[in-house]
């Protein structure tokens, strides 16, 4: 499941109240998310995890930035 905004089109994969747009209408999508890069840090400044992934993955055709937990 992804939250696609209304106006521009970018996806989030979790609900948000606004769009990076300004915009703050969203619709949800169900789709596959399928993973074209992912990154591991292995050092993380203090306050964050020991490490973190993320993912740039396209789910329906819209591109998203995913953490993985
Ligand atoms: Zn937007």
């Known amino acids: ?3 696609v905004c209304n106006s ?3 996806g989030y ?3 948000r ?3 990076s747009c300004g915009s703050d209408g969203f619709r949800e999508e169900k789709g596959d998310s399928v993973k074209v890069y992912c990154v591991k840090l ?3 400044p203090s306050g964050f995890p020991d490490q973190l992934e ?3 993955s396209v789910v ?3 591109k998203v930035l ?3 937990k």
């Open 1 to 3: 499941m992804i939250y």
């Open 8 to 10: 521009c089109g970018k």
């Open 13 to 15: 994969f979790e609900p």
């Open 17 to 19: 109240g606004l769009c």
């Open 42 to 44: 292995y050092v993380t």
């Open 54 to 56: 993320f993912c740039l």
């Open 60 to 62: 329906n055709g819209v």
């Open 66 to 68: 995913e953490q993985r």
